[in-house]
């Protein structure tokens, strides 16, 4: 049985894991500010396209704003940054896996679908799985009307695995990123004493509301690192070692900033925007491992487990190939257009989507990211 903290034994193969649970309160302290805004707006240059178009949703639905097309009138809960990298497989609290989004970060209840259209589309144009529009339009129209394309088979395989394939592979995981009660080099951590002093602060203004949320865990180290590229970069995010008997996991509190879909319109507080994300790009059965947001004196943050998933298409995996990736390229597109059409307001987007008009948009969006990351 779990603890009140939402952990819970991993060779427990039919554990109760807490579900979602938002304790959120409007605003952002000051001393957090300067990570709170990091991601604006403007652009933000990388070295490759498809991870400047990641570390740029922001740029993209504001760019999106000043738009005007019949499509973007039809709104609903949209993932906010829909990329092949933002999907994957999830293990369930009791048992078994599933498809899913990962990061519910940018996602909002009040924007266009096809808002996530587009912007899926721009991306997969800039990645190394690049497949025709013509394909993600008609797959993602196929999807909005209820029609599923079959899982392609790195996603059956990745579905298929047993659980217990999937605690070998997360002892694996395990015995990568630790030495014997400290995180190892491999897990690229800074300590949190030598971090730059607004770390340090910040930190320490929510290190309480941490470990309360991990009680009845020992604390055997703790790390902190921030991404310099992609999604979420400049955002700290804190690690803990813990281990309860002979139970350890990986947790991180990953700090949230700004929905990118807030540059297109008002989503609400946190507390409102997640829960109905979640309802629709999340599982309905509990996953395995905590995932909530918490609330400290220093930010709000993403609670969550760190695990290692089979389907990964990172740049620097090689388990997968640019074969595998656009397959599952397509079937996201379709995934997504059932998402939305599960929605009762995308009812009307079918009759307004149009493929020159999609295809214009996508186009130009690609053709001024390039411009900007010059």
Known sequence: ??????????????????????????????????????MGAEWHHESGLFNAFRAN?????????????????????????????NFGDV?????????????????????????DLIRYAAGNQVSPFKIPLSQIFEAYLSGLQGQALEEPEVLQESIAHTDADYFKRQAKYLNKMTEQNHFSSKAKLTPVNQAPDSV????????????????????????????????????????????????????????????????????????????YVAQVYRPTRAVYGPYKIVTTPGGQFLMRARFDAYLDF?????????????KMSLYIANRLGRWHGQQASAAALVQVLNFNEFKIFVNNYVNLMTKENN
């Open 314 to 326: 990172e740049a620097a995996d090689d388990e997968h190939s640019i074969q595998d990736g656009e």
């Open 200 to 275: 340090q602060k910040l930190f320490q203004n929510s290190q309480a509301v941490f470990e309360s949320a991990m009680s009845g865990y020992q604390i055997l180290d703790t790390g902190y690192k921030t991404k310099f590229s992609g999604g979420s970069q400049g955002l700290p995010r804190f690690w803990y070692l813990i281990q309860r008997n002979q139970e350890r996991y990986i947790v991180e509190f990953k700090l949230e900033a700004q929905a990118a879909t807030s540059f297109y319109s008002n989503q609400g507080e946190p507390e409102q925007r997640f829960p």
């Open 57 to 85: 949703a922001p740029h993209y639905w504001n760019w999106l704003k000043q738009q005007s097309s019949a499509m973007l009138a039809v709104q609903g809960v949209v993932v906010g940054d829909p990329h092949i990298q």
């Open 1 to 38: 049985m779990p603890s009140d903290n939402g952990f819970v034994n991993l060779t427990a193969m039919k554990a109760i894991l807490l579900i979602f649970a938002f304790l959120m309160v409007p605003g952002v302290p000051a001393h957090s500010e300067n990570y709170a805004t990091v």
């Open 91 to 115: 293990q369930l609290a009791d048992g078994g896996r599933e498809f899913t989004l990962i990061d519910i970060d940018d996602g909002g209840g009040n924007a266009p679908f096809a808002g």
